[in-house]
């Protein structure tokens, strides 16, 4: 089982920025697809980011442009780098990694940020933007 955890919600004004960060521990990201998810209260989950194998990426409209994923050199770290945080981007922010099927499993990035298909989450961590 991979368990992974987030970091780095907090409470910050409006125009300020955030990274999140996602751990595993003991366990490596290479071979997962790895994608950042967001849900508040009577909302529909949205997927906000995702990073392949390969470092390829992909971001949700409601956020492209003020978001950038990464992962760490060591292979078991990922990040959400957030800028000009809004107040709608108030929510509970959630890791989550998706197993490579095959080498011709193409899934990952464009097609995962409906969270259908991904394998292991995090407990999220909380992201409130004051106005």
């Known amino acids: 089982q991979v368990q992974l955890k987030e970091s780095g919600g907090a409470s910050v004004q409006a125009g300020g920025s955030l990274r999140l960060s996602c751990s595993a521990s003991g366990q490596s990201f290479r071979g997962y697809c790895m994608g950042w998810f967001r849900q508040v209260p009577g909302k529909e989950r949205e997927g906000v980011a995702a990073?392949?194998?390969?470092?390829?990426?992909t971001y949700a409209d409601s956020m492209k442009g003020r978001l950038t994923i990464s992962q760490g050199n060591a292979g078991n770290t990922v990040y959400l780098q957030m800028n000009n945080l809004e107040p709608e981007d108030t929510a509970m922010y959630y890791c989550?990694?998706?197993?490579?099927?095959?080498?011709?499993?193409?899934?990952?990035?464009?097609?995962?940020?409906?969270?259908?298909?991904?394998?292991?989450w995090g407990k999220g961590t909380l992201v409130t933007i004051s106005s």
């Open positions: 989550a990694a998706r197993r490579r099927r095959s080498l011709y499993d193409t899934a990952c990035p464009l097609s995962v940020l409906n969270g259908a298909t991904m394998d292991y």
């Open positions: 990073i392949d194998y390969d470092g390829r990426t």
